[in-house]
């Protein structure tokens, strides 16, 4: 069921007559079953096809694909290809950029010009209040500042409890009052530094070892490291690792067992459908004498593996 303010948000994108529409949404909102709305009434207007998905990391065009079931690419290969007249859009043809507060000003500029030119239309969706982009950026925003009639959704449905939900769209907005609410609730743990690692990281195992996804965050790349290699000799003596591994862009190592992240997108490693992306995670199943690894997804449907290079080994891979 769609909410008041979906509903209102899918109307206003449909009927502006705009080639340029924005849609904000915080996190939990809903964004994405608008999306998917929005592109099934679309495409029963403009037939199959008529609606393509952008975003600026492989990663986000990927989620992206699966939630709408789209053809769906990252902002730089589209607008690679187009320069060398590859791809470009058709009329009638509905291009939604998710995660646009990411992306760059010239890119969005460059591709809403040749929409314009073609008769598609440009559907920008994100947070003005998230991370902006690393390129030259703004436009995101700029749009959301000037345009007094931008849908915006604002009913959070991803939490259990309604205080996190309010108390959510306040840490949005940089309202310091609301760290009163989370301490009210238990939420924030007090302690020293090396006090407050040692009990994340000891919440995170148990979570693992419960069977559980469990995220640990820290606020430097070295502290990350630190932990990811705890974690790697905890795993060493439970006899969940191998001992003998090669050494990765982090100054870890790796091998048969670990968790491993690739942080650069490489489409010559194809696997299945998919390529090596930023931000993937696998699991090692081999690590080779030349620096190698042999490596399978961390979450995969199939148990298909793939190679990674020592060279791309020990420039772009970190334990994770």
Known sequence: MLSPDQKQAIAKIGISGRTLDVLVGPAGTGKTTTMQTLHTAWERRHGKGS????????????????????????????????????????????VIIDEASLAGTLALDTITTHATAVGAKVLLVGDWAQFAAVDAGGAFGMLVRERDDTPELLDVRRFRNDWEKHASLGLRIGDTDVIDTYLAHDRVTPGGYEEILEQAYQACQQDQAAGKTSVLIAETLDTVSQLNTRARTDRILAGEVALDGVRLHDGNEASRGDRVITRKNDRRLSLGRGWVKNGDRWTVTRAHDDG?????????KWRTTIPLPAAYVAENVELG
């Open 292 to 300: 190698a690894l042999t490596v399978r997804r961390a979450l995969p």
């Open 51 to 94: 609606v393509i998905g952008l975003a600026p990391s492989a990663a986000a065009a990927e989620v992206l694909a699966g939630d709408l079931g789209v053809a769906t690419e990252n902002t730089a290969k589209w607008l690679h290809e187009h320069r060398h007249g590859n791809w470009n859009l058709t009329a009638a043809q509905l």
